[in-house]
């Protein structure tokens, strides 16, 4: 929501700093969350000054330019060349000086600078209208008349105003604050400041020649319902000072009708809406609900269906606009209008927020009755509306307010303890102080004794509705920061065995797998049957007795199938590259019982990323799914796991995580046949783990310890082993013969082929070793490296390529 600084100075008096209005309004509770600045004309015409032509002559370079001298308050005239035909000596311009950026009506900003042109050196720029965003004529330089100072700053000649926009996170509860009126609210009640409310006393009706008769059919979607005819209006443009007004808060002027209406909106917080009065042909309005299937066109020309909830206001029986949320085509103001009926009324929050989501529209009306309005409001407001359009449209009050308000909101009552305002806020504040914050947020305090008190809330506060609720208002005017912190608060929050928590740990694993461009997918359970017992798994399939269709005929009893299914509709729409993860369940049953295991799941397949200048892709391989479970197993401090080669039912080839007897799960490429049957003709890599098992190995605790003082150093060995060897082998031998100084071992080329022996395959290694209390000397490290090559020369037949 956007507030203007500017704009709340007509209700209270501010002297605080933009930013320290913030800080104030953040404090109580509506937090701004930017502050930005707004200039009637861009750039706010700033390093631009009013100059007097002193001379001018022909550039002797050039047949189209000419060279001047300006005045421009400065100790000595600037020679500036000037391009345009009308320039003149004894003319009042605007200059634009050297370092000054200028804004063109069209096109991009630049910035002056003194140049030499065609020889003859140009100290600024004489501006044409369009240069400096005044206006679009580019007929020649703009000529002042004026005899004001030169050098007199072009912000001041032109009146430029500079305003602040609070960009304001508002919470869904604080539809009372959804306005300037709303804001000046809360800051009246946090610096004790009076708040000016718009006059309306000057409100009279002229004559009875439009009356329109209101009728509501639905009394429970509109809870009040005001309206007053306007006749001989002229549809005209805003003045400026109410254009400015709309575009600060990002709003773009219409005309001068409906820009009061938007006017009043955010300056009180209560949606109008004007219609052209001709266009109420049976001169009666009717609030009510139509049959569902009625077809209506919105100002946006698009036909909606309507359903039997939608409110809507009608001419009779023919719909002008979707109530409090669009309005209709053939019955707003136009260019022709001549007379208006002006409504302002109170719907149904759960009325008009069905309706939005129904139809998919979001406006400004329907963002403030969905949280709630002041249905005591609604007359005000259209007096203030009134007012405002005889002035910008003149017209006539041609009728009498039409007020159907049948069921008056009354304030709220509600008990409050002292014991509960000091137990909630954790400090006693005074009593008369606790009086005098709800005084100014309109809150009176009745019948108050020395327990408590009864606050008698007005209707707009539709977000309190309890005695915490009151409590909440205490604090957040008194002052969160006022709250001293005691000793021992906030020791539950540093214990030393902190509560795991499995949406937490999902959350974490899924944002570091979406940090790695992963994208989470969520499946259905329920799969198709054809699926069943297709794989081996523990248990029995589940079938569903009621089942829908066969596409959701049995729980699923591996993730495989789910996710195969969206890598094939990914692929089929031209998205090869995919990088996917899954948290679901998987089910079976016993003949003892039923039983559900989560999983993550982990799919990749196509290209590892999109090919570009810089370096060429390639296929996903084997390697990086399995980096990325690696991954996952070190953020669990899963240590000192085993890998054990496999291949099954569906995977032509991968590993098994183990952790002492458990089977963490397992990750390798899925067989083509399985992908085949669903269309896809790339590979894909497939691992499937036991969240389970995953979150409870999981440490939320982590040790610091110091940075090592003694240097590591690294030694390569290359040994020719059985191919059948795996590096996982080769390091637990070597972390077993040296268990203290081999601190890191990598794996940096394997190969196989023609230069060795058949069934034999070369690996490259990389030892870190490292002595955390001393310096390793070269005897030491060497002894090491001998001790290490012993053992894979006698326990794994290991030649030592030299």
């Known amino acids: 929501m956007k507030i203007s600084y500017r704009w709340l100075q007509q209700y209270i008096s501010i002297s605080e700093s933009p930013e320290e209005l913030g800080q104030v309004l953040t404090s109580t509770g509506l937090e701004v ?72 009506t069209k096109g991009e900003p630049f910035t002056i600078k003194s140049a030499k042109i065609r020889g003859e050196q140009s100290e600024g720029m004489i501006c044409a209208e369009d240069e400096i965003g005044l206006g679009t004529s580019h007929a020649g330089i703009m000529v002042l008349n004026t005899s004001v100072k030169n050098g007199t700053p072009a912000p001041e000649f032109f ?34 400041r009076d708040l000016q409310w718009p006059d309306v006393s000057k409100f009279s009706t002229d004559n009875h020649s439009l009356a329109i008769e209101v009728a509501v059919e639905n009394a429970e979607a509109c809870l009040r319902y005001s309206g007053v005819t306007i006749s001989g209006v002229t549809i005209d443009e805003s003045p400026n000072w109410l254009k ?11 005309n001068n009708i409906v820009d009061v209406t938007n006017y009043v909106l955010h300056e009180l917080g209560q949606p109008l809406h004007a219609f052209d009065a001709d266009a109420i042909t049976t001169k009666r309005v009717i609030v009510k609900t139509l049959a569902a299937g009625t077809k209506f066109t919105t100002l946006d020309n698009k036909e909606r269906t309507l359903t039997e909830n939608d409110l809507m206001i009608c001419n009779g029986d023919d719909p002008m606009c979707i109530g409090g949320v669009f309005g209709g085509i053939h019955s707003g103001v136009s260019a022709k209008t001549k007379n208006i009926f002006l409504e302002s009324a109170c719907f149904s929050p759960n009325s008009i927020r069905k309706t939005g989501m129904h139809h998919q529209l979001k406006t400004d009306a329907s963002f403030r009755f969905e949280r709630g309005t002041d249905p005591n409001l609604t007359v005000y407001a259209l007096k203030r509306a009134a007012l405002l359009i005889q002035e910008l449209a003149g017209g006539k009050i041609s009728s009498e307010i039409v007020d159907l308000y049948p069921s008056k909101a009354e304030n709220k009552s509600i008990e409050v303890k002292y014991k509960n305002v000091d137990r909630l806020i954790g400090k006693k504040i005074p009593h008369e102080e606790i009086f005098s ?24 506060r539709v977000d309190v509705l309890q005695e915490a609720d009151i409590i909440e208002e205490i604090l957040r005017i008194y ?45 259905n359970s329920l799969t ?77 397949t196509g290209n590892t990323d999109t090919e570009n200048w810089q370096h060429k892709t390639r296929n996903i391989n084997y390697f990086d799914i399995a980096q990325t479970v690696v991954q996952i197993l070190e953020q669990c401090a899963l240590t000192k796991i085993k890998q054990e080669s496999f291949n099954d039912d569906v995977f032509e080839y991968g590993t098994k995580i183990l952790k002492g007897s458990r089977e963490i799960g397992c990750v390798g490429k899925v067989k083509n046949n399985w992908t085949k049957e669903f269309g896809i003709k790339q590979e894909v890599f497939f691992a499937d783990l036991s969240f389970d098992l995953l979150f409870k190995s999981a440490n939320p605790k982590f040790v610091a310890q ?82 290490l090559i012993h053992a894979f020369e006698e326990k794994m037949g290991a030649v030592i390529r030299k």
């Open 479 to 523: 002052g969160l920061n006022n709250i001293e912190l005691i000793e021992y608060s906030g020791t539950d929050f540093i214990a030393s065995f902190p509560e795991k928590d499995s949406t937490k740990f999902k959350k974490t694993i899924g944002q570091s797998l979406a940090s790695n461009g992963f994208y989470e997918i969520l499946t």
């Open 33 to 104: 969350e930017a502050i930005e600045s707004f200039e009637t004309i861009k750039g706010g015409l700033q390093g631009l000054v009013i100059g007097e032509v002193l001379t001018c002559a022909k550039h002797p370079n050039a047949d189209k330019l000419s060279i001047t001298t300006v005045d421009v308050g400065a100790d000595k005239p600037s020679q500036i060349v000037c391009g345009a035909s009308n320039v003149a000596a004894g003319q009042k311009v605007v200059v634009a000086m050297p370092g000054a950026s200028i804004y063109p």
């Open 706 to 787: 110091e940075v090592p003082k003694y240097p590591a150093v690294r030694r390569d060995l290359s040994l020719v082993l059985n191919n059948r060897v795996s590096f996982a082998e080769i390091e637990a031998l070597a972390r077993t013969t040296e268990q203290r100084l081999v601190k890191e071992i990598i794996a940096f080329d394997v190969y196989e082929g023609d230069k060795i022996e058949s069934g034999k395959k070369a690996y490259a290694l990389g030892f870190t070793l490292q002595d955390e209390h001393k310096t390793l000397t070269d005897e030491e490290i060497d002894k090491t490296m001998t001790k």
């Open 528 to 604: 198709h049957i054809r699926y069943k017992d297709k794989i081996k798994t523990e248990g029995d399939a589940v079938e569903i007795l009621n089942k829908l269709s066969e596409e959701q005929g049995v729980l699923r009893q591996s993730m495989l199938f789910t996710g195969l299914e969206v890598c094939a509709y990914n692929i089929n729409r031209k998205q090869k590259n995919l990088k996917l993860f899954e948290f679901g369940k998987v089910y079976g049953k016993t003949t003892e019982k039923y039983f559900e295991n989560e999983r993550l799941s982990i799919y990749l």
């Open 159 to 192: 009146k430029i105003e500079t305003d602040y926009v609070f960009e304001i996170g508002l919470t869904p509860n604080r539809a009372d604050a959804a306005s300037h009126i709303g804001v000046a609210r809360d800051i009246k009640a946090a610096k004790s």
């Open 244 to 254: 400015t007004k709309l575009k600060t808060i990002g709003l773009t002027p219409i």
């Open 437 to 460: 914050i709800l005084e100014r947020l309109d809150i009176s305090a009745n019948h108050k004794t020395e327990n408590g008190f009864t606050a008698s809330v007005p209707p707009y």
